[in-house]
Every structure is written in structure tokens, then in C-alpha cells.
């Protein structure tokens, strides 16, 4: 069964700093990969998606993919309270069907 | 660009009545077509995938009787919850994916309540 994992958190960080949201994946096979941010509620929007080892930059966010080691990150520079929500992390194995990791809750404090 | 209009955003029911969600895109045509079911403080489950003009694909452990999806055009589907439950008390997403590409777009999203 293909599994995607997130540390549910919550991953707290002062405003300003990098937040750091990690991801790994149990399907060798995994093609895409996608970072979604949900507010509490609120559907998920997507941030971006990566397809390639290495990192991936679009202003604030920076994804990082290592197939070898089936991981995907998320990194969060200049972390604002408004980047306050669950990250999804998902998993594209085929099909365009995503699979969904449970999300990592950010705080970010004043 | 990539918009995915869902609606309503909520609603009542009583149990036993059906509910029905639309799905629309509103800015391309979506191939493949997605619903989610998300409990609360869970992930978002798959429950089918639905391509315009065939059936549904509904994943393991979802009942097609009763959750009927509809996929009439490449811009609109629907979501039919059939004899509605308690337990059918959940948000409902859809997602599609554009015409040739590899990211599925979601709509806002439907509360749904039984009560």
C-alpha cells in the first residue's frame, strides 16, 4: 500500500525563520510530488509540486526532492504568522491519483 | 488560471434524504476528475476518480450506490450522497486535473451535515 508520512506536529517557529516540513513516501514508483497548504476548514491550495531531484525555488518556498532516499521537504523562508496552517504533503504514483500524506500543522508566532 | 468551483459550500440534511455536490471548472477542461472525503484532524481519502462520459472508479471501501458521482462534461461533475447518514457528516472536495497536465485543483470544499 503506498504510504506518504508527515510528522503531524505542530512545528512551531518564531516569524521570520525557516520552517523546515519533511515528507517520505513508500512508493519506489512515485513520479510527482505537491505541496499543499490548508487552512483549518479551507481546502487544500496547492504551493508547488516538484518532479525532479534537487531543489525547486518560488519565492518563499523551496522544495527539496531525494528519490534515492524517497523524502520530499518543504522549506519556508521569512516564515510569516499568515503561513499558519497544515502542509499537505502528496504523492503522485500514476494515474494523476494523488496520495495524501496527514499534513504537518505550522504555527508561526509574532 | 485553474479554477475549481465547488457548491454548496455547506449543507443540512436529514437522514435519509440525498444531497447533491457540483464540481465545476471553471477555466479548463478537466480530463479526470477527483472527491475527497476529509474527517476532521484526518487526511483527505480518495474516495473515486471520475473521467467524463464513463463511470466512476471508486476506491476501496467507498459504496457506489450510495455515493453517486456524475461526470457529464469535461467541465462538471457531481457528488450524490444517497440516503444520507450521521456518519456521511464530513467535507467533501473535489479536485481535477487539466486536460494534459499533472496537478489536480481543488474546489472549496462542501460541509455536509445529517442530522
Known amino acids: 500500500q503506498k504510504e506518504v508520512e508527515q510528522n503531524s506536529g505542530p512545528l512551531s517557529v518564531p516569524e521570520g525563520a525557516i520552517a523546515s516540513l519533511n515528507c517520505t513516501y513508500s512508493?519506489?514508483?512515485?513520479?510527482?510530488f505537491f505541496w499543499y497548504r490548508q487552512y483549518s476548514g479551507k481546502s487544500p491550495e496547492l504551493i508547488m509540486f516538484i518532479y525532479s531531484n534537487g531543489d525547486k525555488e518560488d519565492g518563499r518556498f523551496t522544495a527539496q526532492l531525494n528519490k534515492a532516499s524517497q523524502y520530499v521537504s518543504l522549506l519556508i523562508r521569512d516564515s510569516q504568522p499568515s503561513d499558519s496552517a497544515t502542509y499537505l504533503c502528496?504523492?503522485?504514483?500514476?494515474?494523476?491519483?494523488?496520495?495524501f500524506g496527514k499534513g504537518t500543522m505550522l504555527l508561526v508566532s509574532p | 488560471g485553474a479554477v475549481v468551483s465547488q457548491h454548496p459550500s455547506w449543507v443540512i440534511c436529514k437522514s435519509g434524504t440525498s444531497v447533491k455536490i457540483e464540481c465545476r471548472s471553471l477555466d479548463f477542461q478537466a480530463t479526470t476528475m477527483f472527491w475527497y472525503r476529509q474527517f476532521p484532524k484526518q487526511s483527505l481519502m480518495l474516495m473515486a476518480t471520475s473521467n467524463e462520459g464513463s463511470k466512476a472508479t471508486y476506491e476501496q471501501g467507498v459504496e457506489k450506490d450510495k455515493f453517486l458521482i456524475n461526470h457529464a462534461s469535461l467541465t462538471l461533475s457531481t457528488l450524490t450522497v444517497t440516503s444520507a447518514h450521521p456518519e456521511d457528516s464530513s467535507f467533501y472536495i473535489c479536485?481535477?486535473?487539466?486536460?494534459?497536465?499533472?496537478?489536480?485543483?481543488f474546489g472549496e470544499g462542501s460541509w455536509l451535515t445529517v442530522v
Open positions: 512508493d519506489r514508483g512515485s513520479q510527482s
Open positions: 502528496a504523492v503522485n504514483s500514476g494515474y494523476s491519483t494523488l496520495t
Open positions: 479536485g481535477a486535473d487539466e486536460e494534459g497536465g499533472n496537478t489536480i485543483y
